[in-house]
């Protein structure tokens, strides 16, 4: 697996960190059986890297479809706002646990700065953390946070979660359902990215509805980035990609992270635990048929959401490899998904 280490579009490993009672050296360092990334299963995996989201949730906010069945699916009632204040705190907090690791791991893990840490951290051990803000609540409406989290790390930022803030709006989780769900940016969210492409801050598109969607890649001067979503002709959920939005993506020679998600991998929506490895595959296929294999990545959201058995966590990506090896992707056609495209986009965003 050393040719085609992973670099991946998302994790929710530092909410967890937060979340548990362990401290976070114990947590991260040592294996555990509990969700998806940890040093140890990251290594065996082949995982080298990826986005480390900073992500403050909705209080009391619960993503089981389960609890808001419809005729042909789900209706999750959108998520509430958050507030600045708590947002920030939380960010900063988990963003200082971020170096916290970087030092307890003694080389083992950097934190990304630049194109040349990213290559660098590919050709040796060290796992690569880009830091990753999902919905930009921390910032104030000066955008004075925006150049101190960037000074503190931040490179890439999602403008919104599945909620609205100053910026913008997110898409609720619902089957079927198309991603025009909402209003688009608003002028505050225009500014943003602005000021994220003069930064050199990468900005995600997962997570907005269409209308910010259009709005975004109207205004940004650097490729289209979904880091965790799917295709929507493949499974028409409100967080997929529709294949108008796929192309725009291509034709900026972006980049999607094709997601392990169980609710956004099936044609029925179903989170079937014992959905097959193929399942994350089709979307693979599909999004380089339809744009080309330079478009297309990983970005599994380990520790934010469930995923098929058939992968497990990270230490089964092995298997995910192997599984695309045996559908006929050769090795180019694999080092361009695991790493190559995200080195190429963040290289050309970064600059
Ligand atoms: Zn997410």
Redesign the pocket.
Known sequence: MDDFPIIDG?N?VLLKLHETDQPLETAFFEESAEGHIDFPRAARGGLAGGFF?I?SPTPSFKNNPQNHLTEHGYDIPIAAAIDYESANRLSQRMIADMYRLEKQSKGGLRIIKNIDNLTQALHTDTMAAIIHM?GAEAIDSDLDALHVFYQAGLRSL?IV??RPNAFGEGVPFRFPSSPNTGSGLTDLGKKLVKECNALGIMLDM??LNEKGFWDTAQITDAPLVAT?SNAHALCPMSRNLTDKQLDAIGESDGVVGVTYSLNMLNPDGKPNLDTPMEAIIRHIEYIAERVGIDHVALGS?FD?TTVPRAVGDAAGLPKLIEAMQQRGFNNEALKKITHENWVRVLGATWA
């Open positions: 998302h929710d989201a992500y999902e999602g979660w599945s997962t997570h965790h959201d934010g």
